[in-house]
């Protein structure tokens, strides 16, 4: 079932040779790297303010050709051209942060990653309702932010972000997840399993603002209807994925499976967790996207979602928030962003000096568990191909918050 709706947007069609198609595009967008980016003000002003104009379909094209190969040729592909031109980026930020031991200025950023072209800006045209931001920032009754929350991928440092902003009496008590407190469904963090109405009806009869959805999918079909501002952060796949099994298995919390081998075996439904997540595809957590037509289809759906989101983070990258986050919801103390949060701690205690995160995605790395170092070659590759969509997922999302923090105009790092 099709839930594409850009009026723009051409049928996806399976192209008489997909890897053709590809190379095609990455060696185009490889080329206009090597000339000079210019500055947004150097076009003139009625291709500024053209609705249409952007670069979100030809970024699309390039992901769907992704997703359209086999697992080992989309690691090997991404990692050989970097079409989303984030890994490059990725790399030389943590060189200059630990060169510098800081993290870098918006100026040292921008000489990494210049604003791109508009034609380049996969964030245009923008899909993002502005009002819904704008009503939340003022306050209007009833708004709230909907936190799709990837667990293990930043989703508590932003909701301690939220709880240094919003009044006490709009949050819900148990990690910004109202329907803990709604006793007619048991669990907490499940906002698929209510209707609109519910959520809305509840949410304005106990005055909370923000409501964090971990353990359920976004519905697109219905849940942008929300009177709400989106917002999400990613991590890179395998280092959420290892994250979580030592989180949940190694420091004993309900995981009793100490074999990474095993746990993975067993974890189906975190395979392409990311994608399905914002897909919401039919069979739900087991789906494995066996099919090129299934694997476009859900890549497509996952991406537009993803393009509605008002506030797209990568935790890599969360030092380099506060521009979006000040601008889009409003919130003034953006200490939380370079404050290690770590939920339920004292249950396992962590000795890495890494509470504070001076180096920006350097420090991230240092606190966390290097997958090629823990994980045998053989199951890095598996666990690397059985999140091989969300890779490219990762990628675009990353390079929508790269977009937003370096482009001043067209709803970039400010007010949309």
């Known amino acids: 079932m099709r839930r594409i709706t850009r009026s723009s947007r051409r049928p996806i069609g399976r192209s008489s040779s997909i890897r053709t198609t590809f190379f095609i595009l990455s060696f185009v967008a490889t080329c206009r790297l090597l000339q000079p980016t210019p500055t947004w ?24 050709d ?10 090997a592909t991404m990692e050989q051209i970097d079409p989303f031109q984030t890994k490059a980026f990725d790399i ?10 800081r993290t870098l ?20 045209p923008d899909a993002r309702v502005d ?26 440092n932003f909701c301690s972000l939220a709880e240094n902003n919003l009044p006490e009496k709009a949050q819900p008590a148990y990690y910004c997840m109202p329907d803990r407190e709604w006793k007619e469904k048991k669990g907490a963090g499940r906002l698929h399993s209510w209707s609109n109405e519910e959520i809305t009806t509840r949410m304005s009869k106990q005055g909370f603002r923000i409501a964090g959805n971990e353990w359920e999918y976004f519905d697109p079909s219905r ?20 994250s979580q099994f030592r989180f949940e298995c190694i420091e004993d919390r309900g995981c009793i499976i100490k074999d990474v081998h095993k746990w993975w075996e067993k974890r189906v439904d975190l395979w392409n967790v990311y994608t399905k997540t914002f897909a919401d595809p039919p069979g739900g957590a087991r789906n494995q996207f066996n099919g090129t037509e ?62 504070h995160n001076s180096l920006g995605s350097a420090s991230i790395k240092k606190a966390s568990w290097d997958p090629k170092e823990y994980l045998d070659a053989a199951q890095y590759k598996k666990m690397s191909e059985d999140l091989a969509l969300d890779e490219i997922l990762t990628e675009v999302a990353r390079r929508m918050f790269l977009e937003r923090l370096v482009c001043n105009d067209l709803g970039g790092g400010v007010a949309i």
């Open 105 to 124: 200025t918006i100026d040292e950023i921008k000489d990494i990653f210049p604003c791109p072209r508009l034609d380049e800006r996969i964030t245009l």
């Open 66 to 75: 992704l997703a359209s190969l086999e697992p080992s040729e989309v690691l």
């Open 41 to 64: 003000m150097t076009y003139p002003s009625s291709l500024r303010a053209s609705p249409t104009s952007g670069g979100f379909q030809h970024y699309l094209d390039i992901a769907l």
């Open 223 to 242: 849940h942008f209807d929300l009177p709400a501002v989106f917002a999400t952060s990613f991590r890179k796949p395998i280092d959420r994925a290892l």
């Open 294 to 355: 299934q694997r476009r289809e859900m890549m497509a759906t996952a991406i537009d979602t993803l393009s509605k989101f008002h506030i797209v983070l990568s935790m890599e990258w969360l030092a380099y928030a506060a521009p979006q986050v000040r601008s889009i919801l409003g919130f003034n103390d953006v200490s939380a962003l370079t404050t290690r949060v770590r939920p339920h701690i004292n249950q396992a205690k962590r000795d890495d000096r890494q509470e």
């Open 131 to 156: 009002q819904k931001a704008k009503d939340f920032r003022n306050g209007k009754h009833g708004t709230f932010l909907f936190f799709q929350h990837l667990r293990k991928a930043g989703g508590t």
């Open 92 to 101: 030389l930020l943590s060189q200059k942060e630990t060169a510098l031991k």
